[in-house]
C-alpha cells in the first residue's frame, strides 16, 4: 500500500465517513436521476466558453412554428380570462374540445404514439405564448406536458403502458393530473400518509395481485376533471405477497378516476385564477400491479421517478409562463409610460421611473435567455435536475419582481380590476409559480445548492459514493483516487481565483469581442464560487445541509452566474446586436454586484471564523461591484419606452390581442403616440394646448384631428372598469347595497 494512501489518505477518509452524510440508496437513486450540464462547467470553477457558444440555438421546425401561429393562435382567441376568472370559472367547452382535437395534451408525446413529438423548446413557446393571453389556459396545457403520468409513463412505462395510455393521453381522451401534495406532504414528500397495501382484489370478475389504496390529496390542477391520477403512495406489503420487504416506499401508480372508492370534482380557488385545481381522495380503491408505472420493478422507486420527471418539466413549464409575463411586463410597461403623462412629461421620462422599467427590461431579456439555454440542453437530451431547479426558482423570482414593478408603474390603472386590466390576472397568478413544483424557499435554500452541489460539483459525487462502498478497501481505493483529484483541482482553483480577483481578469473565449471583459469577470466569480462551496464543504461537511443561509446564498450565486451565461449566448445566437449591448451592460453589472453580496455574506457568516480571514482578503480584495450605472439602466429603460429593435426582441412572440380589449387599446395608443410625436413635440416647444395652437395657426385641422385620435386613444387606455349595483350583483350574487348608503342617482329617479 503506498505511502500517501495509508498514512494521508487513511485518516481523512475515516473522517470524511464521519463528516459527510450517507448517501442513502433513496437520495442516491434521486440524484443519479438527473445529469448536469453546463453549471458544471461553473462550479468546475474554470468554465469551458466553448462548450457554451458551441451550443445550436434553439428554433422552432416548421410545423412548430406553423403550430404556433395556428391552433395556439385560434385557442387564444377562445379565451377571456375575465370571463374565465370572474364568469364562467372554467374554460368554455369548446376550448376543451379544442385542446384535444388539436393534440396540445400531447406535446411531450412522441408522433409513434400518437403525440406532437414536440421539442422541448417548442413546448416551452407554445406554453410562453398561451401565458401571454390567458393564465388558465396555460395551466390547463402545460399539467399533462410536465410532471404527470403522460411524462412518467414516458421515462419509466412499461412497453405495455405505452402502447396502451399514449395514445389515449395524446388524443385527450384521458386527461391525467398528478397527485403527490397531502395536507401532511408538501414540500417533504416523505411525509405523506397516503398508502398502498398489496392485497389481492377483483378486477374484471377475476382475482389478482394489486393495491389497495388510500389516500387524500390536495392542490391538484385538473383533479376535479381528470380521468386518470399519476398517484404517489407508500407502499406497503405487509404479508409479503411481493417479497420481503414490508415497507416498500414511494411508489406512482396510474388511477382511473371512474374506479370505485376515487372521488375527484370538488375544487379549490387558485388565487383567483380558475383553472380546474382541486382535492381527491380514495377510499380502498384496488388496482392491479400493472397499474404501478414501470410495472413491478418500478414499486418504491417513485421518489427517483419524481425528481427525474420533474427534472425535464420544471425547466420548461414555469420558466415559460414567467418568461411570458416578464415579457408581458416589459411589453405594456414600456408603451404605458410613453402614453401616460404627468407634470406636462410621459412619465418614462422620470428616473423614477426609468429604474424599475430598466429592472423589467433586464428580466424580460436574462428569463427568456436563461429559458433558450435551458431549452436547448434539454433538446439534447439532458436531464437537468439543477439547472431546472435554478430556472423554476430565478424565473418566478424574477416574475415577480417585474410584475410588481409593472403595477407599481401602471399605479391606479393595475389595481383597479375589470376586463381592461391587463396585469391584475399575471399578479395573481404569481403566488402560484412561486409555490408550485417545489415551493421558492425550499427550492433556494435546500435544492439548489443543498442537491445541486453534489451533482454539479467535480469530484464530490464521486467521493461519497467511494465513502458509501461497503468494502472498505474498495472504498478507500476509491477515495484515495477522488480525494487527491480534489486537492490538485482545488488547489488550481484557488491559485486561479487569488490571481483573477487581484487582477480583474479571468479567462474569456477568443473572439468575444465587445462582451471579453463580462466572460473575464464571470471566469473570475466562477473561480471564487468554486473556492468558497469547497471551503463550506470542507468546514462544515454534513452540518451544510442544515445551514440554508450559507446554502442559498451559493446556490444564488450559481443561478446568477447560469443566466449570465445565458444572456452572453443569447445576445451571441442573436447575432451580437450592438442596440441590446447596454441591456446586456445591465444584465452583467446586476448579476456581478448579486454574486459579489452573495459570496462576501457567505465568506462573512462561515462558523470557522479562519475560513473568513483567509478567503476575504484572497478572493474579495476591495470593494465589489455596484450594480448597474444610472447611465446604462437610462438607455436600457429607454429601449422599451422608444420602439426600438430591441423593445421588439424582448416582447417577441406573445399574442395579438383583439383591438378592444385593454392590451389592444394600448397598443393602439402607442401606436398613435408615436406616431403624432413630432406634433406633441411642436406644441412642448411653443407652450401651447392643442387648441390654442389651432387657434394659432400653428396646427391644421388635420394635425388637429390627428392629436385628438391620439388623446382619445390614451384616454382609453388610462381609463378603469367601473360596475354599476345590478353588475355587481352579477358578480356577487351575495352583494346587497347598503340601504343605508345614498342610491346611485339613476335609481332614485
Ligand atoms: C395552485 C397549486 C397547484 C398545485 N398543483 C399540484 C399538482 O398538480 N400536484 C401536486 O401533487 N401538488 C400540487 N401543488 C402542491 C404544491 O406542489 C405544494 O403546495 C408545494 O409543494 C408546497 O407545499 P405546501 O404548500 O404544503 O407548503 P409547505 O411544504 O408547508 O411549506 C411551507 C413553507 O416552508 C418552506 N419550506 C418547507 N421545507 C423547507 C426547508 N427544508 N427549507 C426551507 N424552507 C422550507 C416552503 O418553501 C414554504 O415556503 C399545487 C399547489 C398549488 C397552490
Same mark, same amino acid.
Given at each position: 500500500m503506498s505511502f500517501r494512501k495509508n498514512y494521508l489518505t487513511r485518516p481523512i477518509h475515516k473522517w470524511a465517513k464521519g463528516a459527510l452524510p450517507a448517501l442513502s440508496d433513496t437520495e442516491a437513486e434521486a440524484i443519479?436521476?438527473?445529469?448536469?450540464?453546463?453549471?458544471?462547467?461553473?462550479?468546475?470553477?474554470?468554465?469551458?466558453? +466553448?462548450?457554451?457558444?458551441?451550443?445550436?440555438?434553439?428554433?422552432?421546425?416548421?410545423?412548430?412554428?406553423?403550430?404556433?401561429?395556428g391552433p395556439c393562435r385560434q385557442f387564444c382567441d377562445m379565451l377571456d380570462s375575465w370571463e374565465i376568472d370572474h364568469g364562467t370559472a372554467d374554460l368554455p367547452k369548446e376550448a376543451w374540445d379544442f385542446l384535444r382535437e388539436k393534440g396540445f395534451f400531447g406535446m411531450i408525446i412522441?408522433?409513434?404514439?400518437? =403525440?406532437?413529438?414536440? %421539442?422541448?423548446?417548442?413546448?416551452?413557446?407554445?406554453?410562453?405564448?398561451?401565458?401571454?393571453?390567458?393564465?388558465? =389556459?396555460?395551466?390547463?396545457?402545460?399539467?399533462?406536458? %410536465?410532471?404527470?403520468?403522460?411524462?412518467?409513463?414516458?421515462?419509466?412505462?412499461?412497453?405495455?403502458?405505452? +402502447?396502451?395510455?399514449?395514445?389515449?393521453?395524446?388524443?385527450?381522451?384521458?386527461?391525467?393530473?398528478?397527485?403527490?401534495?397531502?395536507?401532511?406532504? =408538501?414540500?417533504?414528500a416523505s411525509a405523506m400518509i397516503d398508502e398502498g397495501v398489496i392485497c389481492k382484489g377483483d378486477w374484471n370478475g377475476e382475482e389478482v395481485l394489486g393495491i389497495r389504496l388510500n389516500w387524500a390529496k390536495r392542490y391538484i390542477t385538473l383533479a376535479p376533471v381528470c380521468t386518470v391520477l399519476g398517484l404517489a403512495f407508500k407502499l406497503r406489503d405487509p404479508d409479503g405477497l411481493l417479497g420481503t420487504e414490508p415497507d416498500i416506499g414511494i411508489t406512482c401508480a396510474l388511477v382511473p378516476t371512474d374506479l370505485p372508492g376515487v372521488e375527484t370534482g370538488r375544487r379549490h380557488l387558485p388565487s383567483g385564477t380558475m383553472f380546474m385545481n382541486g382535492p381527491t381522495t380514495g377510499t380502498d380503491v384496488f388496482v392491479p400491479l400493472d397499474h404501478i408505472i414501470g410495472g413491478p420493478d418500478y414499486a418504491g422507486r417513485g421518489w427517483m421517478m419524481l425528481m427525474s420527471a420533474l427534472a425535464a418539466g420544471r425547466g420548461i413549464s414555469l420558466p415559460s409562463q414567467s418568461a411570458a409575463a416578464c415579457a408581458m411586463a416589459a411589453h405594456t410597461t414600456g408603451a404605458y409610460t410613453r402614453i401616460r403623462q404627468q407634470f406636462g412629461l410621459p412619465i418614462g421620462?422620470?428616473?423614477?421611473?426609468?429604474?424599475?422599467?430598466?429592472?423589467?427590461?433586464?428580466?424580460?431579456?436574462?428569463?427568456?435567455?436563461?429559458?433558450?439555454?435551458?431549452?436547448?440542453?434539454?433538446?439534447?437530451?439532458? +436531464?437537468?435536475?439543477?439547472?431546472?431547479?435554478?430556472?423554476?426558482?430565478?424565473?418566478?423570482?424574477?416574475?415577480?419582481? %417585474?410584475?410588481?414593478?409593472?403595477?407599481?408603474?401602471?399605479?391606479? +390603472?393595475?389595481?383597479i380590476d375589470g376586463p381592461l386590466n391587463y396585469i391584475q390576472p399575471i399578479y395573481r397568478s404569481i403566488p402560484i409559480g412561486i409555490t408550485v413544483e417545489g415551493a421558492n424557499i425550499v427550492t433556494r435554500n435546500l435544492i439548489i445548492f443543498g442537491q445541486g452541489s453534489i451533482r454539479a460539483h467535480p469530484h464530490l459525487l464521486d467521493e461519497m459514493q467511494a465513502l458509501g462502498e461497503p468494502d472498505p478497501d474498495k472504498s478507500l481505493d476509491a477515495f484515495d483516487k477522488h480525494f487527491w483529484r480534489h486537492v490538485g483541482h482545488s488547489t488550481k482553483t484557488f491559485f486561479r481565483a487569488w490571481g483573477s480577483a487581484w487582477t480583474g481578469r479571468g479567462k474569456a473565449p477568443k473572439g468575444a469581442g465587445k462582451v471579453a471583459w463580462i466572460y473575464r469577470r464571470l471566469s473570475r466569480w466562477s473561480a471564487a464560487f468554486a473556492v468558497t462551496s469547497d471551503m463550506a464543504f470542507l468546514t462544515l461537511g454534513g452540518a451544510l445541509k442544515r445551514k440554508e443561509m450559507i446554502t442559498a446564498r451559493l446556490g444564488d450565486a450559481l443561478s446568477e452566474m447560469y443566466l449570465l451565461s445565458a444572456v452572453l449566448k443569447r445576445w451571441e445566437d442573436e447575432g451580437r446586436h450592438k442596440d441590446d449591448l447596454p441591456l446586456v451592460e445591465y444584465c452583467a453589472a446586476q448579476a456581478f454586484a448579486r454574486i459579489g453580496q452573495a459570496l462576501d455574506e457567505t465568506i462573512a457568516n462561515f462558523p470557522a471564523r479562519w475560513v473568513s480571514w483567509l478567503l476575504r482578503p484572497t478572493l474579495l480584495p476591495g470593494s465589489h461591484a455596484r450594480g448597474p450605472s444610472d447611465r446604462t439602466a437610462e438607455k436600457v429603460a429607454m429601449a422599451l419606452y422608444n420602439p426600438t429593435d430591441t423593445r421588439a426582441r424582448v416582447t417577441a412572440g406573445l399574442y395579438t390581442p383583439e383591438p378592444d380589449t385593454g392590451l389592444g387599446l394600448l397598443e393602439h395608443a402607442y401606436r398613435l403616440v408615436l406616431e403624432a410625436e413630432p406634433l406633441t413635440k411642436r406644441l412642448r416647444e411653443i407652450r401651447k394646448t392643442p387648441e390654442e395652437a389651432r387657434e394659432a395657426g400653428v396646427l391644421s385641422k388635420t394635425e388637429f384631428a390627428q392629436l385628438e385620435r391620439m388623446q382619445e386613444a390614451v384616454r382609453r387606455v388610462v381609463a378603469v372598469d367601473d360596475f354599476t349595483p345590478q353588475e355587481m350583483a352579477e358578480m356577487f350574487p351575495d352583494y346587497r347595497p347598503n340601504p343605508a348608503n345614498p342610491a346611485p342617482k339613476e335609481a332614485a329617479e
Amino acid at each position: 500500500m503506498s505511502f500517501r494512501k495509508n498514512y494521508l489518505t487513511r485518516p481523512i477518509h475515516k473522517w470524511a465517513k464521519g463528516a459527510l452524510p450517507a448517501l442513502s440508496d433513496t437520495e442516491a437513486e434521486a440524484i443519479s436521476a438527473g445529469d448536469v450540464h453546463f453549471e458544471a462547467e461553473l462550479f468546475s470553477g474554470n468554465p469551458d466558453w +466553448k462548450m457554451l457558444r458551441d451550443m445550436k440555438a434553439p428554433r422552432l421546425t416548421e410545423e412548430e412554428q406553423a403550430f404556433l401561429e395556428g391552433p395556439c393562435r385560434q385557442f387564444c382567441d377562445m379565451l377571456d380570462s375575465w370571463e374565465i376568472d370572474h364568469g364562467t370559472a372554467d374554460l368554455p367547452k369548446e376550448a376543451w374540445d379544442f385542446l384535444r382535437e388539436k393534440g396540445f395534451f400531447g406535446m411531450i408525446i412522441p408522433k409513434d404514439h400518437g =403525440g406532437l413529438g414536440f %421539442s422541448a423548446f417548442a413546448h416551452s413557446e407554445v406554453v410562453r405564448y398561451i401565458s401571454s393571453h390567458s393564465i388558465a =389556459g396555460a395551466v390547463t396545457v402545460m399539467v399533462p406536458n %410536465s410532471l404527470g403520468p403522460g411524462e412518467l409513463i414516458l421515462q419509466f412505462g412499461t412497453d405495455a403502458q405505452k +402502447k396502451d395510455w399514449l395514445p389515449r393521453l395524446a388524443s385527450g381522451q384521458e386527461l391525467p393530473a398528478f397527485g403527490l401534495t397531502s395536507e401532511q406532504a =408538501g414540500s417533504d414528500a416523505s411525509a405523506m400518509i397516503d398508502e398502498g397495501v398489496i392485497c389481492k382484489g377483483d378486477w374484471n370478475g377475476e382475482e389478482v395481485l394489486g393495491i389497495r389504496l388510500n389516500w387524500a390529496k390536495r392542490y391538484i390542477t385538473l383533479a376535479p376533471v381528470c380521468t386518470v391520477l399519476g398517484l404517489a403512495f407508500k407502499l406497503r406489503d405487509p404479508d409479503g405477497l411481493l417479497g420481503t420487504e414490508p415497507d416498500i416506499g414511494i411508489t406512482c401508480a396510474l388511477v382511473p378516476t371512474d374506479l370505485p372508492g376515487v372521488e375527484t370534482g370538488r375544487r379549490h380557488l387558485p388565487s383567483g385564477t380558475m383553472f380546474m385545481n382541486g382535492p381527491t381522495t380514495g377510499t380502498d380503491v384496488f388496482v392491479p400491479l400493472d397499474h404501478i408505472i414501470g410495472g413491478p420493478d418500478y414499486a418504491g422507486r417513485g421518489w427517483m421517478m419524481l425528481m427525474s420527471a420533474l427534472a425535464a418539466g420544471r425547466g420548461i413549464s414555469l420558466p415559460s409562463q414567467s418568461a411570458a409575463a416578464c415579457a408581458m411586463a416589459a411589453h405594456t410597461t414600456g408603451a404605458y409610460t410613453r402614453i401616460r403623462q404627468q407634470f406636462g412629461l410621459p412619465i418614462g421620462l422620470f428616473g423614477g421611473v426609468q429604474e424599475p422599467l430598466a429592472r423589467i427590461a433586464a428580466n424580460a431579456y436574462a428569463v427568456d435567455a436563461g429559458r433558450r439555454l435551458t431549452c436547448a440542453a434539454l433538446d439534447e437530451g439532458h +436531464k437537468l435536475a439543477v439547472i431546472s431547479a435554478i430556472m423554476k426558482y430565478h424565473a418566478t423570482t424574477r416574475m415577480r419582481e %417585474s410584475v410588481t414593478d409593472a403595477m407599481d408603474v401602471h399605479s391606479g +390603472k393595475a389595481v383597479i380590476d375589470g376586463p381592461l386590466n391587463y396585469i391584475q390576472p399575471i399578479y395573481r397568478s404569481i403566488p402560484i409559480g412561486i409555490t408550485v413544483e417545489g415551493a421558492n424557499i425550499v427550492t433556494r435554500n435546500l435544492i439548489i445548492f443543498g442537491q445541486g452541489s453534489i451533482r454539479a460539483h467535480p469530484h464530490l459525487l464521486d467521493e461519497m459514493q467511494a465513502l458509501g462502498e461497503p468494502d472498505p478497501d474498495k472504498s478507500l481505493d476509491a477515495f484515495d483516487k477522488h480525494f487527491w483529484r480534489h486537492v490538485g483541482h482545488s488547489t488550481k482553483t484557488f491559485f486561479r481565483a487569488w490571481g483573477s480577483a487581484w487582477t480583474g481578469r479571468g479567462k474569456a473565449p477568443k473572439g468575444a469581442g465587445k462582451v471579453a471583459w463580462i466572460y473575464r469577470r464571470l471566469s473570475r466569480w466562477s473561480a471564487a464560487f468554486a473556492v468558497t462551496s469547497d471551503m463550506a464543504f470542507l468546514t462544515l461537511g454534513g452540518a451544510l445541509k442544515r445551514k440554508e443561509m450559507i446554502t442559498a446564498r451559493l446556490g444564488d450565486a450559481l443561478s446568477e452566474m447560469y443566466l449570465l451565461s445565458a444572456v452572453l449566448k443569447r445576445w451571441e445566437d442573436e447575432g451580437r446586436h450592438k442596440d441590446d449591448l447596454p441591456l446586456v451592460e445591465y444584465c452583467a453589472a446586476q448579476a456581478f454586484a448579486r454574486i459579489g453580496q452573495a459570496l462576501d455574506e457567505t465568506i462573512a457568516n462561515f462558523p470557522a471564523r479562519w475560513v473568513s480571514w483567509l478567503l476575504r482578503p484572497t478572493l474579495l480584495p476591495g470593494s465589489h461591484a455596484r450594480g448597474p450605472s444610472d447611465r446604462t439602466a437610462e438607455k436600457v429603460a429607454m429601449a422599451l419606452y422608444n420602439p426600438t429593435d430591441t423593445r421588439a426582441r424582448v416582447t417577441a412572440g406573445l399574442y395579438t390581442p383583439e383591438p378592444d380589449t385593454g392590451l389592444g387599446l394600448l397598443e393602439h395608443a402607442y401606436r398613435l403616440v408615436l406616431e403624432a410625436e413630432p406634433l406633441t413635440k411642436r406644441l412642448r416647444e411653443i407652450r401651447k394646448t392643442p387648441e390654442e395652437a389651432r387657434e394659432a395657426g400653428v396646427l391644421s385641422k388635420t394635425e388637429f384631428a390627428q392629436l385628438e385620435r391620439m388623446q382619445e386613444a390614451v384616454r382609453r387606455v388610462v381609463a378603469v372598469d367601473d360596475f354599476t349595483p345590478q353588475e355587481m350583483a352579477e358578480m356577487f350574487p351575495d352583494y346587497r347595497p347598503n340601504p343605508a348608503n345614498p342610491a346611485p342617482k339613476e335609481a332614485a329617479e
